[in-house]
């Protein structure tokens, strides 16, 4: 199949419409199209169409029962997809979107099982990103999307990231060129009693406790162990396969910085002098203090967009180098830190050392 790609912007940074409306146009006829979003690009079809899904599975290489996200254009195109859209649920679309949060509730007779992986539920997004707004306006479709990698890769963040991954196996991608945050939506389910976190993003537990009272976190999320992780399934069924992975074995060693900066120093040393191409993620500030050829900081750690900006292009970059290992600081905090080491401990496999 022939990918067309085009700029989604003009050189003004107004919207290519001629682009958008050809992009438009392949969803209409059920066909995909990788559009850029606020969060990483997506990977859209109709998601009113069983035959749309199933080619996006198979675009992807997703098993069939990791749900897809439904993206709108606005709030009111929610309604026909959802059993009952409760007031809370609402609030949050009327503060959050358009935004990186994904929200769960009982789907609708008219939202196929193909799209849904087979659950009652249906999670929802409308992003934030005028190119991908006026697609799904155009299309007068709701878009199903998931990230827009093969399944079990990093997620895209610039389109040549799509290119790789899809060129050939889809209808058209759509170059928005780099997105903002990096790093997938936050998913909150609303159909229980209290509002489950299924997967930490952009959007912290924090900022949502302050609109809904309590809010948990599903506790696949807190894991950190792989045994008891193959134990518990987690609620979003995608956060259960290897996910984000780069080609490299990644290991993640935490504790006090200059601990950290030792071990890492001392693997680095024995995997060289064992043969293997070793490489280090870390930090601005820490960057210079590693003896090995192939240090790529994520940025400064103070600030947390640009680390889950650059998170996934390094791990892909990393993949170019055809690196063995890699070792990397960690990136724990309270807000968007959570979301980075959620990513980061699912590429590393669980595989941590704590020193
Ligand atoms: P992706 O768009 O590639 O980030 O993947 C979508 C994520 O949303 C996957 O981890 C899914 O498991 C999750 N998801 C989608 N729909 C649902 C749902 N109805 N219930 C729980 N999780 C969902
Ligand atoms: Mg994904």
């Known amino acids: 199949m022939e990918t067309v790609f085009e700029k989604a912007y003009l050189e003004n940074d107004e919207l290519n ?3 958008i409306s050809k992009a438009a146009a392949f969803l209409e ?3 995909l199209v990788a559009f850029p979003t606020e969060t990483v690009y997506g990977l859209g079809g109709n998601a009113l169409s069983k035959d749309a899904s199933k080619h996006i599975y198979a675009a992807k290489g997703r098993p069939s029962d990791n749900p897809l996200i439904v993206h709108v254009a606005d709030i009111k195109s929610v309604y ?6 409760n007031e809370k649920a609402k ?15 009982n789907k609708s ?8 992986g087979g659950l009652d539920t249906v999670a929802l997004r409308m992003p934030d990103n005028k190119a991908a707004l006026k697609m799904i306006e155009l299309s007068e479709v709701p ?3 998931p990230s827009a990698n093969t399944s079990g890769k990093p ?7 799509v290119y790789e991954d899809l060129d050939g196996k889809i209808s058209m991608i759509l170059d928005g060129g780099e997105v903002g945050i990096g790093i997938e939506s936050t998913i909150i389910d609303m159909t229980g009693d209290i509002p489950t976190i299924l997967r930490p993003g952009y959007v912290t537990k924090n900022e949502l406790s302050k609109l809904l009272g309590e809010v948990k976190y599903d506790e696949a999320l807190l894991i950190r162990d792989k045994e008891k992780a193959k134990k518990i399934v987690p609620k979003a069924p995608g956060m259960k396969y290897r996910h984000y992975a780069p080609k490299a074995d990644f290991i993640l060693i935490e504790g006090d910085e200059e601990k950290v900066i030792e071990k890492i120093n001392e693997l680095v040393t024995e995997y060289e002098n064992k043969g293997y191409k070793t490489g280090v993620i870390c ?14 900081s994520l940025g400064n750690k103070e600030n947390e967009v640009t680390i889950s900006h650059n998170l996934y292009a390094t791990l892909r970059e990393f993949d170019k180098r055809e690196t063995d290992y890699i070792f990397g600081e960690t990136f724990m905090s309270d807000n968007l830190g959570t979301a980075i080491m959620n990513r980061m401990i699912k590429a590393a496999g669980y595989q941590i050392i704590d020193v």
């Open 155 to 161: 997620s895209p963040t610039k389109a040549e990231h």
């Open 29 to 31: 006829e059920e066909k």
């Open 283 to 296: 930090q601005d500030k820490t960057k210079d203090r590693y003896k090995c050829e192939n240090v790529i």
């Open 91 to 105: 609030m949050l679309m009327e503060k959050f979107w358009p935004g990186p949060l994904t929200i769960i509730l």
């Open 109 to 116: 007779d008219i939202v196929p099982y193909e799209t849904t």
């Open 80 to 85: 026909p997809l959802v059993k009952e859209l």
């Open 17 to 19: 419409m001629d682009a």
């Open 143 to 145: 878009v199903a999307a």
